[in-house]
């Protein structure tokens, strides 16, 4: 049995595949704490489909979204890494590609070269004679990008002989806030679990101006919390009721409303989320069937080997505290070859206390970077 992994980091243009992956993932792990980079499945996936032929490209192309002409698709992801290079002064914002290809075998030239002039992947032969060395060569990589967030995607067993190639996409995001939180405020409190379960938690606790609204509509509020020296900020979803999260948060995605600056006393809880799943079921839901078959068509990924998509695996990190946050994840995705609108508020100072289950994402205003949701700060 022979196979192909594609490892891929956090990141991806956003889009309509982003907001179906995020309500699936999210709906399935309502009850648990979330961190995950739809954007890094669509870079993944797409790296994927710039190799795929046929039927195989057509559910691909469909379910992300994607033009038909591939030279399009390269050209939009090629936009999204230059846009990125360099923009952030204190922030950091970093997306990397490579390509591991077992030194037995050759990526396709076309593809290779797409890759790398769009995707900036770089392509390193490994040897899988020494599993636990090839696994140790992926990992050290994983673990540069992410800043040692994320420390193992593969294990000597992924590197079996059978292995053709390791596609890899990472992001990484670290940030200061532009209004820091005082660690001297922050104290334990009540954090409702639900409407019966109350757990002691550490409260940041500010006051400020800061975009934010009342979400009558939606019975919830949101505020933004600005990065210094950046395009990018954390919008928390809070819903009014202890129970309200699921229900808010397949409404919010793709939220695009204008928020006005107003007078907001916050109260956000400190949290660090790691969060690991099998995404293979929400792909397949969402149309990407063949890929997973053995009739798949990756003709134009390596030469002179039939595969297909195996596994699709995320790895995801988040931290917030008084500082900022940070966060960092990994998509990997395993190929193996067959057998056979609100008006503007009064200004009166509003309070914004995450003391119950809420969502939030990290974005610019045109990339959502990072999204997820806390039910349970510990």
Do not use: C
């Amino acid at each position: 049995m022979k196979y192909l992994s594609l490892i891929l980091f956090a990141t991806s243009v956003a889009g309509l595949f982003t907001e179906d992956f995020y309500r699936l993932l999210a709906k399935d792990n309502a009850q648990k704490n979330l961190i995950a980079s739809p954007l890094s499945v669509e870079i993944a996936m797409a790296m994927a489909y710039m190799g795929a032929e046929g039927e195989t490209a057509d559910e691909l192309r469909t379910a992300l979204k994607l033009p038909m002409d591939k030279k399009q698709v390269a050209s939009k992801y090629r936009k999204l890494l230059s846009d990125l290079q360099g923009r952030e002064k204190d922030v950091i914002l970093d997306l990397a590609n490579r390509i591991y290809i077992n030194n037995e075998y050759s990526l396709v030239p076309e593809y290779n070269e797409v890759l790398r002039n769009s995707f900036q992947a770089e392509a390193v032969p490994i040897s899988v004679s020494n599993a636990k060395n090839a696994a140790d060569i992926v990992n050290e990589w994983v673990s540069n990008q992410t800043r040692g967030k994320i420390n193992e995607v593969v294990t000597p067993a992924d590197m079996r002989p059978d292995l053709r190639a390791l596609l890899l996409n990472a992001i990484y995001f670290k940030g200061q806030w532009k209004y820091k939180f005082n660690k001297e405020l922050s104290e334990q409190k009540d954090f409702k679990i639900s409407d019966t379960e109350r757990i002691p938690v550490t409260m940041m606790t500010m006051r400020g101006t800061f975009k934010a609204d009342y979400l009558y509509d939606l019975d919830a509020k949101v505020i933004e919390l600005p990065y210094r020296n950046s395009s990018l900020s954390m919008l928390i979803f809070l819903p009014n009721k202890v129970d309200g999260l699921s229900e808010l948060e397949d409404k919010i995605i793709g939220f695009s409303r204008p928020l006005y600056e107003r007078s907001v006393y916050v109260e956000l809880p400190k949290f660090k989320i790691e969060f690991e799943e099998e995404l293979n079921g929400y792909l397949k839901r969402l149309g990407i069937r063949k890929a997973f078959s053995d009739s798949a068509n990756f003709e134009g990924l390596v030469q002179k080997s039939q595969i297909h998509i195996d596994k699709v695996l995320q790895k995801a990190f988040v931290e917030v505290n008084e500082e900022g946050a940070e966060a960092a994840a990994v998509t990997v995705v395993k190929f193996i070859i067959p057998l056979s609108v609100n008006s503007r508020p009064e200004e009166i100072l509003m309070k914004f206390k995450a003391d119950h289950p809420f969502a939030y994402i990290i974005r610019d205003e045109n990339t959502v970077y990072f999204q997820g949701h806390v039910v349970n700060p510990k």
